[in-house]
């Protein structure tokens, strides 16, 4: 569509997005039987045979695409590839360093037919971990498989995100058709200091007058932005759990503060309420709410080089009241705000999955988190444990909740974390709903 037929035909949104099966439970997308089924044409969702271009064809997609992306040299990534013929035609207009992956052995077979004697190169390979050494291209074009990954759960998308960062080179361009997923949860995955965002999924009109609403689903693009040396210093795998029956181990792992202790060594910490303000004289009664707090030069010095917590003696949900001690706050600092009654849990379990899956994001992206209440056991109790889960997918219910436990134990005897049945229960809840 050109921009001349724009004013009469633009539609306010993509029509929603139709699965090719009424049935098609959303998790299946994960599922490594489910694709090659699809593409060897014995599930009831089976693709034809010779070629099928999710969302649209290379025609419709080449004009956005090459605004981004020059021909040539660059080193292009095409995941999911399917037997979409856009990989071929891809080559043909003159990018010709590719190479393409999918889930599936069967769509791979179908793409060797598909592309003949081009020199193009085809595997096998897991988007949320790629088998390719960090900065291995310049460019990759995504059609519906970070949709695919996304549908099948947060923390996927969040590992498949975490993959293009470290294969993307600095400069290059991650251009994605998307329609499956909320433009939302697409462009908080790609936050932070890695990624400028090129497209965001709003209507675009390209140089030539075409429209990109003839994509029939949203247009996104980010550029990587080069790392700086403290985020390249951090991101690094996350380190391997001690076993739970060793108890010096276990302590020197988790131990730090006399009001917190490392969830995840070097990368999590959980505890109570970081410090108090001493900018100004405090009430009574600020001073009776500031009696669980550790003292502001113990906060002061914590050990994980430059990292520190938000000063304040505010009660947390009354987030105004942090505001006349921002200036007191380390430079750099974020503060992150989760209304959660004490001794209580989230409004719902799309809130507690939302919190959990931005952690998760961070925490993957290599930024240094602290988790904390008032006191430090309940509530960060029941989101460390969730976190947990998500961070390291051996991690069951049980031994998340053990840890979180003896990381409270290391600092505070004769205590609960989580505090309630209805949070250990939360907990639970949350591995049902990650863990089907």
Same mark, same amino acid.
């Given at each position: 569509?050109? =921009?001349?037929?724009? &004013?009469?035909?633009?539609? /306010?949104?993509?029509?929603?997005?139709?699965?090719?099966?009424?049935?098609?439970?959303?998790?299946?997308?994960?599922?490594?039987?489910?694709?090659?089924?699809? *593409?060897? +044409?014995?599930?009831?969702?089976?693709?034809?045979?010779?070629?099928?271009?999710?969302?649209?064809?290379?025609?419709?997609?080449?004009?956005?695409?090459?605004?981004?992306?020059?021909?040539?040299?660059?080193?292009?990534?095409?995941?999911?590839?399917?037997?979409?013929?856009?990989?071929?035609?891809?080559?043909?207009?003159?990018?010709?360093?590719?190479?393409?992956?999918? *889930?599936?052995?069967?769509?791979?077979?179908?793409?060797?037919?598909?592309?003949?004697?081009?020199?193009?190169?085809? /595997?096998?390979?897991?988007?949320?971990?790629?088998?390719?050494?960090?900065?291995?291209?310049?460019?990759?074009?995504?059609?519906?498989?970070?949709?695919?990954?996304?549908?099948?759960?947060?923390?996927?998308?969040?590992?498949?995100?975490?993959? =293009?960062?470290?294969?993307?080179?600095?400069? %290059?361009?991650?251009?994605?058709?998307?329609?499956?997923?909320?433009?939302?949860?697409?462009?908080?995955?790609?936050?932070?200091?890695?990624?400028?965002?090129?497209?965001?999924?709003?209507?675009?009109?390209?140089?030539?007058?075409?429209?990109?609403?003839?994509?029939?689903?949203?247009?996104?693009?980010?550029?990587?932005?080069?790392?700086?040396?403290?985020?390249?210093?951090?991101?690094?795998?996350?380190?391997?759990?001690?076993?739970?029956?060793?108890?010096?181990?276990?302590?020197?792992?988790?131990?730090?503060?006399?009001?917190?202790?490392?969830?995840?060594? %070097?990368?999590? &910490?959980? +505890?109570?309420?970081?410090?108090?303000?001493?900018?100004?004289?405090?009430?009574?009664?600020?001073?009776?709410?500031?009696?669980?707090?550790?003292?502001?030069?113990?906060?002061?010095?914590?050990?994980?080089?430059?990292?520190?917590?938000?000063?304040?003696?505010?009660?947390?949900? @009354?987030?105004?009241?942090?505001?006349?001690?921002?200036?007191?706050?380390?430079? +750099?600092?974020?503060? /992150?705000?989760?209304?959660?009654?004490?001794?209580?849990?989230?409004?719902?379990?799309?809130?507690?999955?939302?919190?959990?899956?931005?952690?998760?994001?961070?925490?993957?992206?290599? @930024?240094? =988190?602290?988790?904390?209440?008032?006191?430090?056991?309940?509530?960060?109790?029941? #989101?460390?444990?969730?976190?947990?889960?998500? /961070?390291?997918? *051996?991690?069951?219910?049980?031994?998340?909740?053990?840890? #979180?436990?003896?990381?409270?134990?290391?600092?505070?005897?004769?205590?609960?974390?989580?505090?309630?049945?209805?949070?250990?229960?939360?907990?639970?809840?949350?591995?049902?709903?990650?863990?089907?």
């Amino acid at each position: 569509m050109r =921009l001349s037929r724009l &004013l009469w035909t633009l539609p /306010l949104a993509p029509p929603p997005l139709r699965l090719r099966s009424p049935c098609m439970a959303g998790n299946k997308y994960g599922r490594k039987d489910y694709w090659d089924d699809l *593409y060897r +044409g014995s599930g009831s969702d089976g693709l034809p045979a010779e070629a099928f271009s999710w969302y649209c064809g290379w025609s419709e997609l080449e004009p956005f695409w090459s605004e981004l992306v020059a021909s040539g040299t660059p080193r292009v990534l095409v995941p999911g590839m399917g037997n979409d013929r856009s990989l071929v035609e891809l080559y043909d207009a003159g990018w010709r360093d590719v190479t393409a992956f999918d *889930y599936s052995e069967d769509a791979v077979t179908r793409a060797r037919a598909l592309v003949g004697r081009r020199d193009v190169r085809l /595997l096998c390979a897991d988007a949320t971990a790629l088998p390719f050494a960090d900065a291995s291209f310049d460019a990759v074009l995504d059609k519906g498989t970070l949709d695919a990954v996304g549908i099948a759960g947060d923390t996927r998308l969040q590992e498949a995100v975490a993959e =293009l960062t470290r294969t993307t080179a600095a400069g %290059g361009v991650v251009v994605t058709v998307s329609r499956a997923l909320e433009p939302s949860s697409l462009l908080s995955a790609f936050t932070g200091q890695d990624w400028k965002v090129e497209r965001d999924g709003g209507l675009h009109v390209a140089e030539g007058g075409e429209v990109s609403t003839d994509l029939a689903a949203g247009l996104f693009a980010w550029r990587r932005l080069p790392e700086g040396p403290r985020r390249e210093s951090l991101r690094a795998p996350l380190p391997a759990l001690c076993s739970l029956d060793d108890a010096t181990a276990v302590a020197a792992q988790h131990a730090c503060t006399s009001f917190a202790s490392w969830l995840v060594p %070097g990368r999590v &910490l959980v +505890g109570r309420y970081p410090g108090s303000c001493p900018s100004r004289p405090c009430t009574a009664a600020e001073q009776r709410e500031r009696a669980e707090l550790p003292p502001q030069e113990e906060a002061a010095a914590w050990p994980p080089g430059g990292v520190a917590g938000q000063s304040g003696n505010a009660v947390a949900p @009354q987030t105004a009241r942090f505001q006349p001690y921002r200036a007191d706050a380390p430079e +750099g600092a974020q503060f /992150l705000h989760f209304p959660i009654p004490d001794r209580g849990v989230a409004d719902s379990p799309e809130a507690l999955d939302g919190l959990v899956s931005e952690l998760s994001r961070r925490a993957l992206d290599g @930024q240094v =988190l602290y988790i904390h209440c008032w006191g430090g056991r309940g509530r960060t109790g029941m #989101v460390a444990a969730c976190l947990l889960g998500s /961070l390291y997918r *051996y991690v069951g219910a049980e031994e998340a909740l053990q840890r #979180v436990q003896r990381c409270l134990s290391l600092r505070e005897a004769g205590c609960r974390s989580p505090e309630t049945e209805a949070q250990v229960e939360a907990v639970r809840e949350w591995f049902k709903r990650k863990r089907p």
